[in-house]
């Protein structure tokens, strides 16, 4: 029984990774069209760095993936510390705010927002982009952060203001140090989930605010095309190391380490 | 005597769960007291009111005759030694037993000064450049013990502080602790659940129950003449008895034990016999009780064993009325 | 105690309502408004887009989208368990390995895990390329722009949101009530029936809500591997949004589809508090 749950187990993982790995495979094929492996080539990723589109999707992922994991994990890890330390009135409502928006379709989010823009007049472009992956990307820092807090338990900044250190002074020289590693995990998850995002971005994006997913799709529906086994090869491997390295950035930290849902 | 701390009618209470009803308690200076009392009797909640942790709904606290109920724990000349130790993680020993030191911003030459001699006083001087994570918990402990009397507080607080630790070391660390006061001439305020760890360590005992104060005594008197059932219970193994409305307790120690002829006294049959080690514990049935009476034969050996018919007796001064 | 603090809350529960709660907010209006002829919002009251929702059409497709969710909570439910099962048996040190091999594909955008079949599956694809050569088969098979497709997809994207809460169930489990069970004579396989089962309740319902309402919102795996006619609720609703224009009716639809997933959620809040509650006796 054991041997056919280990068997099933990693049949699981190859089932998991084997189309990925396909796709990468599959970037250095050089048939254009044809699964037909017919020599090894870089050729697609040449015409990627050629193609401007391609370049300046990049460039707009990278910009927006930067500027929320800034914002968003400050913002994040403030309110985690906030709702560790104290007691809130109406705790339920706050944390339905905070926790909604991942549990809600991505679909339903990306609508709202675009309703919302219009209705307001905001024309779409890196700006709605931008207050799109903070809005999605809050609760992740926020949920990574507290737990870590948690784990952290109280005893460690009672310590510190026992031996005199003010509140301001026990956050910067114990607190923040103590979580300094979940808080690094969680901007690394960020910027990959700017990254990566499509479904939200794909609604509130403006014509000259193409991102990296956004590209990939419009190539796509075009037809299939070996340059998109390289773009998503890249994407791929580039997701892969940046979460892998915020999960061991997160495990370092932590006593009780979870992988977090 | 000085009184060192001075609490008033301190209250305390969450969602209409009286955690600490108003007691009032004065600590002296110099002396070793025990917040002695079963889990969930409030203890640990007096000790970190007067750490500042905790915000009395009511009453006052004095520090050297000044109210300090306002002032937050940063600014109280009071030091605590924590439960888990709390020991910073990210900091060495030294840098965590410096760290109040830095935070009044006590000079180098004097830091320096200051950690050797308390180096010297918990035995931790080679341990300097570890981090806390490659330490044992007694090694543990002694930082955190050292990081709080490296600031000479007018008063130590511990929480409890070898609850983590195994028998023997429990045992030892207590006579290095109640030596350890003796020599500093620090008020310590302990708390423990451990009624024998008390009677070890304190010059006196506060005993708590369910918020409210039972009795504060040395830990003779709070052994030999407990005030109440609930003492008499908690502190030692006790005898109860009820005669109409009397409760009261005698010792298993005082209890008189010979072979049933003839000496007055109650007879009973012997139920079991336990052996402890350097005593054995004789529990004895007497006719028409379901309550077993225990006594003590001191010794490894013993010459009672189970079933044997027996006369108890003890000294009416051994008896203690009990207020329920 | 200085409350200053809580303050610092502010920034992120001003932020979300404003940008997350505000916008469904107005969804909710725009739901209850007009479309125009040239496609635009027109400010007037009317409930017949919610009316409209009625029509078979639309209820076709909704009860489709009904039926593909719940397979799709099924398959990934028998495909997660074993695998989730699996990993909390192993030594600690290969658990944490196991766990992070299988979420990372999670960060990955379901697009190009979507793609990632398409280039397998269509008919110039790695599969049909090989029969075809083996020479099993003589014209390339449909293995792509259908429901079995889309299923595979949906399966295949939403998979680690079911193993996790499974395995920390799982993980939770005391192992000796298990051995307790064995003691008093049940097989393996009663055990596993009667106490582990019941006990990953929890793991269970929440792990299936996450993967159905995750399945209701899900667009781009029938657009990228269904055909036409395997449309399903977020297709729908993405067209009323691009190519139809009609806001009105795309917001009504997806109100309904926000109802719809806040009672799933709230079932993942009590089966939340049933674990913790359930899972931990007296003297933990």
Known sequence: ?261 | METMIRVENIAKGYDNEQIIHPLTLSVYEGEFLTLLGPSGCGKTTLLRMIAGFEEPDSGEIFLAEKPVKDKPPYQRDVNMVFQQYALFPHMNVEQNILFGLQMKKVSKDEQQLRLREVLEYTQLKDFCKRMPTQLSGGQQQRVAIARAIINRPKVLLLDEPLGALDYQLRKSLQLELKNLQRKLKITFIYVTHDQEEALVMSDRIVIMNKGRIEQIGTPETVYNTPKSLFTAKFIGENNIFRQGERVFCVRPENVHISIADGIEGKSATIRDVVFTGNYHKIYMLAEGETTPILTYDYGNQTKWAAKQQVVISWLPESEVTLIE | MNKKGKLLAVPTLVWLSLFFALPLLVMLVVSFYQRGLYGQVVPSFTIDNYLRFFEPLYMSILVETLIVSFITTIGTLLLAYPLAYYISKIPRSRQNIWLILVMVPFWINFLIRSYAWVIILRSQGIINTVLLKIGIIEIPLNLLYNWGSVMLGMIYTLLPFMVLPLYVSLEKLDKQRLEAAYDLGATRLRAFWHITLPLTKPGIIIGSVLVFVSSLGMFVVPDIMGGAKSMLLGNVIQNQFLSARDWPFGSAISMLMIILSALLIALYYKAMQWEDENTRLEGD
Do not use: C
Request: glycine share 4%; aromatic share 14%.
């Open chain 1, 1 to 261: 029984m054991k041997r056919l749950l280990s068997i099933f187990s990693f049949s699981m993982l190859a089932f998991i990774y084997l189309p990925m790995l396909i796709l990468v495979i599959y970037s250095f094929n050089s048939a254009r069209i044809n699964a037909v492996w017919s020599g090894f080539t870089f050729d697609w990723y040449r015409s990627l760095v050629d193609n401007r589109f391609v370049l300046e999707a990049v460039a707009n992922s990278l910009t927006i993936a930067f500027a929320n994991m800034i914002i968003s994990t400050i913002v994040g890890t403030l309110a985690a510390y906030a709702f560790y330390k104290y007691k809130f009135k109406l705790d339920i409502l706050w944390k339905g705010l905070i926790y909604f928006p991942i549990l809600i379709p991505e679909l339903l989010m990306g609508l709202s927002l675009l309703i919302l823009f219009s209705q307001v007049n905001i024309p779409l472009g890196k700006v709605t982009l931008l207050i799109a992956h903070i809005t999605f990307s809050i609760p992740f820092v926020y949920m990574i952060v507290i737990m870590r807090l948690q784990d952290m338990g109280r005893e460690l900044e009672e310590a510190a203001q026992d031996l005199g250190a003010t509140p301001w002074t026990t956050f910067f020289k114990i607190t923040l140090p103590v979580i300094s590693s979940s808080i690094f995990a969680s901007a690394l998850l960020v910027f990959t989930l700017s990254l990566d995002d499509f479904i939200i971005s794909f609604f509130v994006a403006g014509p000259n605010s193409t991102t990296l997913p956004i590209y990939i799709y419009g190539m796509i529906k075009r037809g299939i095309t070996p340059e998109i086994n390289a773009l998503a090869a890249l994407m791929i491997v580039t997701t892969m190391i940046l979460v892998m390295i915020a999960e061991l950035l997160r495990r370092r930290g932590s006593k009780n380490y979870t992988p977090f849902y």
